[in-house]
């Protein structure tokens, strides 16, 4: 530790030794851990506002966050999100339910019902245009709504 602290802590007595731990592990857990525990507090609140809302409604309440879910799909921060950026979510969310080719078509034809090519890059403003075509679109049979682009 330095010359300026050798032997004091030596010296000091184990219960002085025990309390400076114990100083230590309360700051830690009141600086790392309560705001974690604040954070989950805040989780579970969202959690039980939207228990009970359906679809329909879950997805309105999920517009209001269009800015943040924007930058999720902006993948490499340039403020333009592209049809690949936007498969590559629909593949994190969708999983093996949905094969790459039926997710490749229904964003192509929410692309196009936007009035958007696969070579369009997108601001916020079309970004949330293509998001809320989508709500109108379904995944062939599955019946998915396409919205799931926005619920990350």
């Known amino acids: 530790m330095g010359m300026l602290f050798d032997g004091v802590i030596d010296a000091m007595p184990l219960f002085v030794k025990e309390l400076v731990a114990g100083g230590v592990a309360g700051g830690f857990a009141k600086t790392v851990v309560a705001p974690l525990e604040r954070v989950k507090i805040l989780f579970q609140r969202l959690l039980r506002m939207l228990d009970g809302l359906n679809f329909k409604e879950f997805l309105a309440f999920l517009s209001a966050f269009s800015p943040l879910i924007f930058k999720v ?18 593949q994190d969310l969708s999983g093996q339910y949905i094969s790459e080719q039926q997710r490749e078509q229904v964003l192509t034809q929410v692309f196009e019902e936007a009035v958007y090519t696969k070579n369009s890059l997108l601001g916020l403003s079309d970004f949330m245009k293509v998001s809320d075509t989508a709500t109108a679109t379904q995944v062939g049979q599955t019946g998915i709504a396409i919205k799931t682009l926005s619920l990350l």
């Open 73 to 90: 799909y902006d993948s490499d921060c340039n403020g333009r999100v592209t049809f690949n950026d936007m498969l590559e979510v629909l």
